[in-house]
């Protein structure tokens, strides 16, 4: 048989549509040639496989080679398709038999030894094998990722000749199975460590409760980055669903397998950042820092020394909950619902309204203009913390409430959101918020008068009834009432 079919995947997003690998060996000077819009990595997959068959014992068929990738329309990257070539040229020049084929797809890449070498991208891989019904043969460095994907049977080799043994039925290989330490939410960072810091506490547990956005503004040494830092600590665990879309991110993003796997993401990138490593971006897109937050935190510390540009980029983000890449190659849609949490000083030294503060009236403008008002709109809970106390400091009292206690709360509250609306407050939209977020006569003239004296927007007006649902879930309210109210437009300055 001089024609020979293999089933891969490319790798698109965290999607990974299906790659037919079709091997043709015709009459002819001898040669090899990949059709199907292979990018540069791809073409060089001919000396790769060449050596690789030859180092492991079996014959390059000395005639014309011609692969191709479909469908032609799709870009392929990396060097995934090695296997798959190998194997190929191996069925169509009788080497290996072609019936056994078609239950598998293949992806990995070959050392010129034969050896398989981990790829990139592998769990949306073994995700989307699954849902096509064929078994998967991958490279041991990728067997654990893989494994995750339940409704796939994954089986790891090491070399070449270890898949050529199992398509055989001489030697088979072991499933994968997956391996994964137990989390442990304990272990993470205690909100118990907080000194003082009462409302600013209150107000972390009111946005890991509704999944709301939150804006820590306050002198230096006041504990800013410490009460972001111990944010996910008291957030629920990951569901499995969530937690392989995470896993998905961190895998085409080339991190590998994400540890711990069912605690939500904490990413904190420096202030330097671009926007292309805030939302993603490239030649060919991968996923930013927003997406690699995707069901979790992106803290942004120093939050006006950003560029102003990089910060303009999250408004879209945050209200659709995805990033939409388009370049002239491709256009990728990745993932990223998340929480943002940020930091910032009330001026540039940070030490406003005290003696030690030497900011201008303008320096304190410019400094608080870097941050746009419609990034600010978007912002759920802006607190002002303030200094702790020094005889907190050096005495202080009865720690404060331990991570696990605080998360039991947040748990109960969202299992209230889900039964009630199916997601979080935060992510509610105007039908949601008319039918979940109704208000009696006298929270009615309360929000009248707030929005006159606030100035509130349309938007900063539903954001104020999310807030106020999740602080009524708290208490185990039905309804939402004054003092709920009252409390939300407290945390909008």
Same mark, same amino acid.
């Given at each position: 048989?001089? !024609? ?53 014992? /079996? ?7 011609? %692969? ?19 194997? @190929? ?62 409704? &796939? ?16 039925? +001489? ?8 391996? !994964? ?9 205690? *909100? ?33 980055? !410490? ?6 600590? %008291? ?6 669903? =969530? ?17 711990? /796997? ?13 926007? $292309? ?16 937050? =995707? ?37 990728? &849609? ?5 929480? *943002? ?8 030294? @940070? ?37 702790? +106390? ?10 404060? #409430? ?13 299992? $209230?959101? *889900? #039964?009630?609306?199916?997601? $979080? ?12 977020? $109704?208000? @009696? ?29 999740? %602080? ?8 939402? #009432? ?12």
């Amino acid at each position: 048989m001089s !024609l020979a079919i293999i089933n891969s995947r490319s790798k698109q997003g965290i999607h990974a549509p299906a790659i037919t690998v079709e091997v043709h060996l015709s009459n002819g000077l001898p040669s090899l040639s990949i059709v199907g819009m292979p990018e540069t990595a791809v073409k060089e997959s001919k000396d790769r496989v060449r050596s690789a068959l030859l180092n492991a014992h /079996f014959d390059f068929p000395p005639r014309r080679i011609t %692969i191709n990738l479909a469908p032609a329309d799709i870009p392929k990257e990396g060097s995934r398709y090695d296997l798959a070539i190998a194997l @190929g040229i191996l069925a169509a020049s009788g080497q290996l038999p072609a019936e056994k084929l078609d239950h598998y797809e293949f992806v990995g890449e070959l050392a010129l030894t034969g050896e398989l070498r981990a790829i990139d991208g592998v769990l949306p891989t073994a995700i989307a094998c699954g849902g096509g019904k064929r078994k998967l043969i991958i490279p041991a460095g990728n067997s654990d990722e893989a494994a995750l994907a339940h409704n &796939t049977q994954v089986f790891a080799a090491r070399h070449l000749l270890e898949v050529c043994a199992h398509l055989r039925g +001489a030697a088979l290989l072991e499933a994968a199975q997956p391996n !994964l330490p137990q989390d442990s939410p304990d272990s993470a960072m205690d *909100l118990a460590e907080v000194i003082g810091q009462q409302q600013a506490r209150r107000a972390l547990e009111i946005a890991a409760a509704g999944g709301h956005n939150l804006l820590f503004s306050g002198p230096p040494g006041t504990g800013k980055t !410490l009460l972001a830092s111990r944010l996910p600590s %008291i957030m629920p665990p990951l569901g499995q669903d =969530h937690a392989l879309e995470v896993a998905s991110v961190y895998s085409v993003a080339g991190l590998g397998l994400r540890q711990p /796997f069912h605690s939500p993401p904490f990413r904190a990138p420096h202030h330097t950042s671009s926007a $292309v490593a805030l939302v993603g971006g490239g030649s060919v897109p991968r996923p930013g820092e927003i997406s690699l937050a =995707h069901h979790g935190v992106l803290f942004l510390d120093e939050l006006p020394e950003f560029p102003r540009k990089v910060l303009e980029v999250l408004r879209e983000p945050l209200e659709s909950g995805q990033i939409n890449l388009s370049r002239a190659k491709a256009q990728i &849609t990745y993932p990223a619902r998340f929480q *943002l949490i940020a930091a910032m000083n009330p001026c540039p030294c @940070g030490y406003l309204n005290t003696p030690k503060c030497r900011c201008s009236p303008d320096m304190v403008r410019r400094y608080r203009d870097r941050i746009s008002g419609p990034l600010l709109d978007r912002i759920d809970l802006q607190l002002q913390v303030l200094p702790i +106390a020094n005889r907190d400091l050096i005495r202080p009292q009865a720690p404060g #409430e331990n991570s696990a206690t605080v998360r039991q709360r947040v748990i109960t509250a969202r299992r $209230v959101q *889900l #039964e009630r609306q199916g997601k $979080v407050n935060a992510g509610l939209q105007i039908d949601g918020i008319k039918s979940h977020c $109704v208000l @009696g006569e006298p929270q009615q003239r309360l929000l009248e008068t707030a929005i006159e004296r606030l100035g509130l927007s349309a938007r900063g007006y539903h954001r104020v009834l999310k807030v106020a649902r999740t %602080i009524a879930d708290l208490a185990g309210s039905d309804r939402i #009432e004054s003092v709920h109210l009252g409390e939300a437009l407290g945390y909008r300055f």
